[in-house]
């Protein structure tokens, strides 16, 4: 059975200027307000015109759970952001982070955060375990840069934000 988008798939985001794509046309919906009628998601754009799932095809737009780890354009920032090292700096907001896959790079004084099979955190003199703070903060920060962490692109549920689509910045 395939699985259909629900309110609880998207209410973390609403509070952050969702948009919304029409997919057989392909415009953008510049969402309002959302609510529900039994099952069925439905939205009103700025101009009071209501959109029913069930009637109209439409996905909520979402940048890719990829977009972590690459330099990605997000709202409120005036030059493209790895979004791994805004969470880390939320997280861990005593350290200098750096991103960098090569853990031989590492300098004293600088955490750098990469990836090579795991995750992993090294000040240059071996690896590091630090515990994890402002875990709601991680949360709030993906849904209010519309990053998908609940793998709903993968089930076809949002249309992924693209370098050439991107209707938030």
């Not at 200027?17 to 309002?32: A, H, T, V, Y």
């Not at 519309?146 to 910045?169: C, H, M, R, S, W």
Request: aromatic share 14%; hydrophobic share 40%; charged share 20%.
């Amino acid at each position: 059975m395939m699985k259909t988008l629900t309110h609880k798939d998207i209410a973390i985001y609403l509070p952050y200027d969702l948009k919304w794509s029409n997919i057989k046309s392909g415009r953008i919906i510049n969402m309002e307000y959302c609510y529900m009628v039994d099952e069925t998601i439905c939205i009103v754009d700025k101009k009071g015109i209501k959109y029913m799932e069930d009637i109209w095809p439409i996905l909520p737009v979402l940048y890719p759970i990829s977009c972590l780890t690459e330099p990605t354009k997000l709202e409120g920032y005036d030059e493209p952001v790895i979004p791994l090292v805004e969470l880390a700096k939320i997280a861990f907001p005593s350290v200098n982070w750096q991103f960098n896959s090569n853990i031989e790079n590492a300098t004293n004084g600088e955490f750098y955060f990469g990836y090579n099979e795991d995750f992993y955190c090294s000040d240059g003199s071996g690896l590091a375990t630090l515990h994890l703070q402002n875990q709601w903060q991680l949360f709030q920060f993906m849904a209010q840069h519309k990053i998908d962490f609940q793998g709903l692109i993968e089930q076809d549920l949002a249309v992924p934000v693209t370098e050439d689509f991107n209707p938030y910045v």
